[in-house]
């Protein structure tokens, strides 16, 4: 048995992630002479995800947001909202411990990524939904102005911080505390607190592609 995938969604990133169409006829076509791949499955303690468990100003923006602005803005709805949202949002501190490596960083947003796609813009050209691993970023620091201006910047040209301004961190396995604890944003779904688990199972999902997805 195997996944097939419609974008019905406001911001598609599993879809896009897997290289089908965002036309329904495209990605029905999929269906039919498309492929079968092995992708890789994220869980966040105990709920399976496919794309990306989040933390912070996301949280609030998933509560908030309306369904009628994002059938009239699509997208661009969520960073809109968040806009709002931030003025009276707190920094929070977070604890990644990730292959025996412990990182402390304090901001507004801090994502964990099993796909390569956030709010409809690529996360970065080398992330994978398919190469066994996750990748946790941040958005902006603890000051409000930076994060306004990083949103706005990924607005336009969808790039990323990441983890305290170094490098992505990337692992299998990522462990996560954060000051205080926080609410999770599951690929939407709000129902899980830190401190939580969060880890990758390669190739444990099958889903319907497009025949020039790279399955590895």
């Not at 949002?89 to 990730?98: E, G, S």
């Amino acid at each position: 048995m195997a996944l097939g995938v419609l974008p019905l969604g406001t911001t598609n990133n599993f879809v896009r992630s897997l290289g089908v169409p965002l036309d329904l006829p495209g990605a029905i076509r999929v269906l039919r002479t498309g492929k079968v791949a092995d992708i890789d499955l994220g869980i966040a303690g105990d709920r399976e995800f496919a794309n990306l468990a989040s933390f912070g100003v996301s949280v609030e923006v998933a509560g908030t947001v309306r369904n009628w602005v994002k059938r009239l803005l699509g997208r661009a709805a969520y960073p809109l909202t968040a806009l709002t949202v931030l003025p009276g949002h707190r920094p929070f501190r977070a604890f990644l411990t990730v292959d025996g490596r412990r990182h402390e960083l304090l901001t507004h947003q801090l994502n964990i990524a099993n796909g390569r796609f956030h709010g409809g813009w690529q996360v970065a050209k080398d992330i994978s939904i398919d190469n066994g691993r996750l990748v946790a970023y941040q958005l902006g620091s603890g000051k409000r102005l930076r994060l306004v201006a990083e949103t706005l910047l990924r607005g336009a040209g969808g790039r990323w911080r990441s983890v305290a301004g170094g490098p992505f961190v990337v692992g299998r396995e990522m462990h996560l505390e954060t000051d205080p604890p926080m609410a999770a944003d599951v690929d939407g779904e709000v129902r899980l607190m830190t401190p939580i688990t969060i880890r990758t199972v390669p190739n444990g999902l099958r889903v319907m592609v497009p025949e020039e997805f790279v399955d590895s």
